[in-house]
């Protein structure tokens, strides 16, 4: 199979009520970084669909964010 997306959440510890959402692409670099507002996610991965969309499920409470990529490099 292909390189795969790394996607990481950690709280941030100053406040303890949000939380810190990193994801990396194959090569190692940080692509996106976002604070969300709580202190604890839950994170999913969906397959990819036929255009070679990834998505990334962020869950906290009764909330769910949804993240999409186009993978190019497939």
């Known amino acids: 199979g292909g390189?795969?997306?790394?996607?990481?959440?950690?709280?941030?510890?100053?406040?303890w009520r949000r939380s810190s959402l990193y994801v990396f692409h194959p090569r190692g670099e940080l692509i996106y970084h976002e604070i969300l507002p709580s202190a604890s996610l839950a994170l999913a991965v969906l397959p990819a669909d036929s255009n070679g969309t990834e998505a990334l499920l962020a869950g906290s409470g009764s909330s769910v964010i949804r993240y999409e990529i186009k993978n190019k490099e497939k």
Do not use: E, F, G, N
């Open 3 to 15: 390189k795969s997306y790394l996607a990481v959440a950690r709280t941030i510890k100053a406040t």
